[in-house]
Structure formats: C-alpha cells, structure tokens
C-alpha cells in the first residue's frame, strides 16, 4: 500500500461493468473529468458525475485510482456507478457528454412491492432482506449474520406482520426492516451491497488519525459547526398513573454545564405526555428516572468538524481521530458522514465528520 503521507503520481481508468458478471467490461478512453460525493445522510449513499467525449448509454462505469510511487504501481478501486441522465454541450469542435451517475442502490429505489406486500411475523429479518435485495438489483449483494455480545451467531426475526405501505419503495421497505436489528445498507468499492451494523462512534476504532503530525495530508483550514440552540434544559414528564396524573420534573442546574438554567438564566423546557413504559403501568420513581434518564440523552450537542486533506483510505462511516489543540479539538473521534473530490493529480478531499459532546455530567 502506498504511504498516503508522501507524494505520488495519480491517473485514473474507467471501465464499463457487465451487470450480469459484476465484472470489468470495456476500457473508455474518452473520460476528461470526474467527480465522487459520498454522503453517509443519503439514501444510496454515493453518486459520481463524468464528462466524456464519447457518447454513452446508461453504463455502470467503475472508477480506478491507479499510484505510482518509489516505482511501484498499484491499483485501487474508487467506486462503481450507474451513469444516466446525460446533457450535451458542443464548442464548434468537439462534443461532451455530460453524465450523472448513482450507487447500485438507486435500482432498489425504482421498484415498488406489490400492493399489500407483507412479511409474517418470525421472519429472519437478515435472510429476507438478503433475499430481496438480490432479486431486485443486479449488484452482487453480500450476506451478513448477526453475533451476539460474547461473539455468537443469532438470529432475529419480525415481531410483527411487516407491511409495506402505498409508498414504499423496495429501498424503503428493506431499510424499515433492517432498522429492526440496527443495520443499514452499505457498499463497498467494488459496488457490492453490504449490511452493516449502526454503532455508535464511542465504540468503533479510528481508521485514521489526523493531527499536526501528519501536515501533509490535512490542510489547516478546519470549520466547525455546532447548534445548541434548543437543546432543553428542563424536562417534564406528565403521565397517568391509575387515573391520577403525575408531574415528573428533571432539571439541569449544573453551573458547569453551558446549557444548564444556572448557565443560561432560562428555562428551555421539552414535555412529554404519558411516555410508553414497557411492562404496564409505571410507579412514580419509575417516572422520575425516566424523566431524569431523557433529560441526559438530550443534553447532547453534535458537531460537525469540515476540512480537506488529500486522498487517503478513509470512507464515509468510518471511524477517524481528529487531534487539533490549535482550534480546541483534542483526541476527539468522529464519524466520517461526507466526502467528495475531484479525480484529478491533486485528488484533494473534502470531509465532514459528526461526533457528539454531552453537556450535561451525571
């Protein structure tokens, strides 16, 4: 593997995809630019844009990123796209096509179940989503099995008759269901389809570590965003309990905290009324825990650090370590949510990573 941090020289290849082999078609030669987003927020996750003079039907193209560095070559696997929706421009000389291109995920997104399509309740969630997904698009789709917290293999199945509604896309519908066992869809850069588990950032391990020791592939412009405007600081509970209605109240009153009542000189109230407890009805310190138990979970503010840096093997989802003192970031990991670059010698990647800070202790 090259080592990111030092130069190299970058080209790119392109090739057509067979869509019943998954497998490298034909070589296009007449590519001038191209351009990757990876956004973690979307539903099919990434799209592409190809400018070409050769005129092209819809095609999946996959992008290869080819390094030559201390006169070793190697190739590596950008991504591959369905390109559609050309426009075209010509100068009197020559003529572009200009393409979008989406993940194989868009070809979930274009069918719909039939009318009243329904999973009975016990079905393996994992086994049908797998099923489902490969009758309805033409990208390899690798199967996943679930473990346990001690590492064994599980299943988990419906708990419910799961209908699909009026609306539902098979793209809707699979995700609903896998939201069932915390899984989401995912790709690799091959364009298979993957199912990956939702974890949260506390508990992945860094892919990357960006800080002043590796100048050369970050550059110092870093913007960061947060909003803690509306996070509440009061939380109010109303629930009924055997015909009598209970009043559980929690407060932030914490000087240390910068949302708390004592901080901000006000009250930022969120209510809830008759919170679904599971077991029937709840006692009064039972209201009061979970009324105190939410107050924590809201006092939470998200950040979102936006920098460049060049090309790297880092993908959206992944887990990265940001220690920049300079603008008060020290040893904070964040998910990767966004990235996009040019495909180009220059290959600089713009990034957009989330990690979340709770403002309230205890």
């Not at 473990?147 to 064994?152: K, M, S, T």
């Not at 949510?337 to 713009?350: E, K, L, P, Y």
Request: proline share 5%; aromatic share 10%.
């Amino acid at each position: 593997m090259p080592d990111w941090t030092k130069s190299m020289q970058r080209t790119f290849e392109y090739y057509t995809v067979n869509p019943e082999t998954w497998l490298d078609r034909r070589r296009l030669d007449q590519i001038i630019s191209s351009s990757i987003n990876y956004d973690y927020t979307s539903d099919t996750l990434c799209s592409a844009s190809f400018t070409t003079t050769e005129q092209l039907g819809e095609e999946y193209i996959r992008i290869y990123l080819i390094t030559i560095q201390n006169g070793v070559k190697e190739r590596r696997r950008l991504g591959t796209f369905l390109a559609q929706s050309p426009s075209l421009s010509f100068n009197g000389k020559h003529r572009n096509e200009s393409l979008d291109a989406y993940s194989p995920l868009i070809e979930l997104k274009e069918k719909y179940p039939p009318l009243g399509y329904t999973l009975p309740k016990n079905t393996n969630i994992m086994t049908r989503a797998y099923s489902l997904v490969r009758t309805n698009l033409r990208a390899p789709v690798i199967e996943a099995e679930l473990f346990d917290e001690v590492g064994e293999a599980r299943t988990k199945t419906l708990e419910y008759n799961f209908t699909a509604n009026t609306d539902d896309t098979w793209f809707s519908y699979i995700s609903s269901m896998l939201s069932n066992i915390e899984y989401k869809f995912d790709l690799d850069e091959m364009g298979q389809v993957l199912f990956s588990p939702i974890q949260k950032v506390d508990a992945m391990l860094p892919r990357w570590t960006y800080d002043t020791n590796n100048s050369s592939i970050i550059t110092p412009e870093i913007s960061i965003n947060r909003d803690i405007y509306g996070i509440p600081n009061v939380v109010e509970v109303i629930q009924n309990i055997n015909g009598s209605i209970y009043v559980a109240r929690a407060v932030n009153a914490d000087p240390l905290s910068p949302i708390s009542t004592v901080t901000r000189g006000r009250e930022i109230e969120k209510r809830v009324t008759n919170a679904n407890f599971n077991g029937g009805t709840p006692s009064p310190a039972q209201v009061d825990d979970y009324a105190n138990r939410l107050l924590k979970s809201v006092s939470t503010v998200a950040y979102r650090v936006s920098y460049s840096h060049a090309y790297c093997p880092v993908r959206i989802g992944d887990c990265v370590l940001i220690n920049y003192p300079a603008v008060g970031i020290n040893n904070v990991k964040a998910k990767v949510i966004t990235q996009s670059f040019n495909c180009d010698a220059a290959m600089t990647v713009n990034e957009t990573a989330e990690y979340s800070v709770r403002l309230m202790e205890g």
